[in-house]
């Protein structure tokens, strides 16, 4: 099993910036790749940005591109999602999950930590 514990939530002004941290334990060998997603109130839960645990692959979501940096720190068990240049429509729970080999699926979830971008 994989535990994911994300922290760096907050309220933050549009135009502001906020780095989530997504803190993985137990058997993160078995895993490949770490994803950051949110939902909105009223919303599906969309991907915002996906990174192996190499750091050499990325993804982002075309809304948060420019604006949002993924990273890793291997020897920390973390993903990091910068977030710079906030906006109103950022305002949602962010999520990390983490990929596994054995099923390519993302089977590992955190419990979610809230973003708010007030005007």
């Known amino acids: 099993q994989v535990q994911l514990v994300e922290s760096g939530g907050g309220l933050v002004q549009a135009g502001g910036s906020l780095r989530l941290s997504c803190a993985a334990s137990?058997?993160?060998?078995?895993?490949?790749?770490i994803g950051w997603f949110r939902q909105a109130p009223g919303k599906e839960r969309e991907i915002v940005a996906s990174?192996?645990?190499?750091?050499?692959?990325?993804y982002y979501a075309d809304s948060v591109k420019g604006r949002f940096t993924i990273s890793t720190d291997n020897a920390k068990n973390t993903a990091y999602l910068q977030m710079n240049s906030l906006k109103l429509e950022d305002t949602a729970v962010y999520y990390c999950?983490?990929?596994?080999?054995?099923?390519?699926?993302?089977?590992?979830w955190g419990q979610g930590t809230q973003v708010t971008v007030s005007s």
């Open positions: 990174v192996n645990w190499s750091g050499r692959i990325t």
């Open positions: 999950a983490a990929k596994s080999f054995r099923t390519g699926k993302y089977d590992y």
């Open positions: 137990g058997r993160t060998s078995t895993t490949y790749e």
